[in-house]
């Protein structure tokens, strides 16, 4: 019962930002929208999150629209090491387990 | 900056035989769980651990496995009796839990081969 939608893959130049969508139209209230990010079979690695505010951090910038049903995580300057592929979950805030789904496929090229 | 360890990275044990997956969490964290990721697939949901005790498990989690927390840092995973279908990689996860530190942390997993 997937809670979010992201495209399947999507390609990006080098030093350019990568713009990843995901739609979770059927958000609640009480839930906060999480990006992780799997590098080739490695660990998830949480990259950011928020609830309404957009969020940045040293990775990234998570936008969050106004009727939060959708937000993009942004990748200021993508790399090569930034190929992996990007989970968007949704968690509601006294549910601490981590639904992923099949995320997109980042590959940045050079 | 802290992060959870994993060991062994790799494992082959021949089906039916025990196995044990171990995972230091984040020192200060109260919260532990395993996931798993079939090759190919989704990263699944196996368990959460909190105080001593399975807070939630996940219909993947049956009587073939369990969980312990032996000492103050160790968390541990066993598999009575591998399955084929056991293949996988496992990942130990940590949260803190306390005010905002609600975020997990992931570590860098152990693949299991069952032959």
């Known amino acids: 019962d997937a809670k979010t939608t992201q495209p399947p893959s999507m390609d990006c130049a080098e030093g350019r930002a990568a713009n990843l969508p995901c739609n979770h139209s059927t958000i609640s209230g009480n839930e906060y929208v999480y990006w992780y990010r799997q590098i080739h079979s490695q660990g998830p690695q949480y990259i950011i999150h928020g609830l309404k505010n957009n969020e940045t951090n040293e990775m990234a910038s998570l936008i969050i629209t106004e009727d939060r049903k959708s937000s993009t995580l942004i990748l200021p300057h993508a790399t090569l090491r930034d190929t992996a592929v990007y989970y968007c979950i949704v968690r509601p805030s006294d549910d601490y387990k981590l639904s992923f789904g099949a995320g997109t496929t980042v590959t940045v090229r050079a | 900056e802290p992060e959870v360890t994993q060991t062994p990275s790799h494992q082959v044990t021949q089906m039916g035989q025990e196995v044990i997956l171990r995972c230091v969490p984040i020192?200060?964290?109260?919260?532990f769980y395993w996931y798993r990721q079939i090759l190919g697939q989704k990263v699944e949901f196996l368990v959460s651990?909190?105080?001593?005790?399975?807070?939630?498990k996940s219909e993947i989690f049956d009587d073939q496995f369990s969980v312990e927390r032996p000492d103050g840092s160790n968390f541990t995973l066993k598999i009575r009796s591998t399955k084929l279908e056991d293949s996988a990689m496992y990942f130990c996860a940590s949260r803190e839990g306390l005010n905002s530190g609600n975020t997990i942390y992931f570590g860098e997993g152990s693949w299991l081969t069952v032959v």
């Open positions: 020192s200060n964290h109260l919260y």
């Open positions: 651990f909190y105080n001593n005790e399975i807070s939630e």
